[in-house]
Every structure is written in structure tokens, then in C-alpha cells.
């Protein structure tokens, strides 16, 4: 199983484009190891299309944290596994 790192704020920068590449060029089941505290919603959402599009079977595991649209990241993949003394943070959109 592949593991993809989405660690720190959510940007719509080249780490994020690095990401959804990597979600998009997965060849099998993969895992995306979470700990972020959010940040942009659009870049977020990128994330999550590309989740969404995949033929293979996406985990999350959170260490520490998802929060804001971190969190929404780990809710478009098919499992979560959230590690002891981790949070998921949802919160109202501005």
C-alpha cells in the first residue's frame, strides 16, 4: 500500500499540486497520513476531487490532527483511522 503524506497547512501551492498528483498517479490502494490543521478550502477540495476520482481504495490516518478542511480531506476517503489522543475538527464555514 502507498503512503501519501498530507502534513501542515493546506495550500494552493506546489505541495498540493504534489499531492493530487501523487492521489492521481496511485496504482493501487493507498494511504494518506493526515496531521493539519487546515487552511485553504478550495486547494482542500482539489484534494478531496481527487480522492473521489480514484479507482483505489483511499485510508486516512490522522496523527495529531485534521482539522478544517483537513478534516473534510479525510471524510472523502473510504475508511479513517484516527490514532489515540488524535482530533477531527469540523467547524462552520465563513
Do not use: R
Request: negative net charge; hydrophobic residues 50%.
Amino acid at each position: 500500500m502507498e503512503n501519501i503524506a498530507l502534513i501542515g497547512p493546506v495550500y494552493d501551492c506546489m505541495d498540493t499540486d504534489d499531492l493530487v498528483a501523487g492521489i492521481q498517479g496511485a496504482t493501487e490502494d493507498f494511504v494518506l497520513d493526515i496531521n493539519s490543521p487546515g487552511g485553504d478550502a478550495f486547494a482542500g477540495l482539489t484534494i478531496v476531487n481527487a480522492i473521489q476520482n480514484s479507482e483505489h481504495k483511499a485510508t486516512a490516518n490522522v496523527h495529531v490532527m485534521a482539522a478544517s478542511i483537513a478534516a473534510i480531506i479525510s471524510l472523502a476517503c473510504d475508511e479513517v483511522v484516527v490514532d489515540e489522543n488524535s482530533v477531527i475538527m469540523l467547524h462552520n464555514c465563513w
